[in-house]
Structures are given as structure tokens and as C-alpha cells.
């Protein structure tokens, strides 16, 4: 149940892009997880929300306010799961956490603040 460690959030302009990465430190010890991965974030007075997901195939979902914006991909060979954020929205704003999908027992991370201004 070691937590997964999130970086690359920052402040940016509303219309830029960040490149959020997640690493696996148990991948020490065992091998990347082949379940389901997941970013999820938490906005200022709101709940933790699930925004992208990848299978252990490649399969991806994505709510909808963040289509055709935000990317998730895997790196297997280094054991991080990345967010491509493009575009990105004021309402974007928000601390940004990686987790399996659904939640299996993994402890959740400190994870990385993203702020867009206007």
C-alpha cells in the first residue's frame, strides 16, 4: 500500500499545458501494476473526482469537461503513469492525484497542485 508520488503541477495561464507524471515506488519491489490507472483530482471545496483513466491495454476514458484536452498514457518500462494537460481552464484548478480504478487499497499520495490563472 505504498502511495503512488505525483509531479510536474505548477501555475499557469488559462490556454496553457502541463505534463503531470506519476511514479510507483513498490515498482522496487514488484512489478508495475497492471490494473487500471487513474488521475483524479480535488478543486477548492469540491471532492475528489476521477478525470482520466488507462487500462493495462491502452484503453482510455475521460470525463467530459476535460475531452479532447487532457491525455493519459503509461510508461510501462519506467513505471509512471503521465497526464498530458492542454488547454487548460481556470475550473482545471486543483490538486491532481494518481491511484488505481477503481481505489484497491493503494494510499493516496501528497499529489501535485495545478493552478490556472485567468
Known amino acids: 500500500q505504498v502511495q503512488f508520488v505525483e509531479s510536474g503541477g505548477g501555475l499557469v495561464q488559462a490556454g496553457g499545458s502541463l505534463r503531470l507524471s506519476c511514479r510507483d515506488p513498490r515498482a522496487i519491489f514488484s512489478t508495475f501494476s497492471p490494473k487500471t490507472l487513474g488521475w483524479y483530482r480535488q478543486g477548492p471545496g469540491r471532492q475528489r473526482e476521477l478525470v482520466a483513466s488507462?487500462?493495462?491495454?491502452?484503453?482510455?476514458n475521460y470525463i467530459d469537461s476535460v475531452k479532447g484536452r487532457f491525455t493519459i498514457s503509461r510508461d510501462n518500462s519506467n513505471k509512471k503513469v503521465l497526464l498530458q494537460m492542454s488547454n487548460l481552464k481556470p475550473e482545471d484548478t486543483a490538486v491532481y492525484y494518481c491511484?488505481?480504478?477503481?481505489?484497491?487499497?493503494?494510499?493516496w499520495g501528497v499529489g501535485t497542485q495545478v493552478t490556472v490563472s485567468s
Open positions: 488507462i487500462s493495462s491495454d491502452r484503453n482510455t
Open positions: 491511484n488505481d480504478v477503481p481505489i484497491a487499497g493503494r494510499s
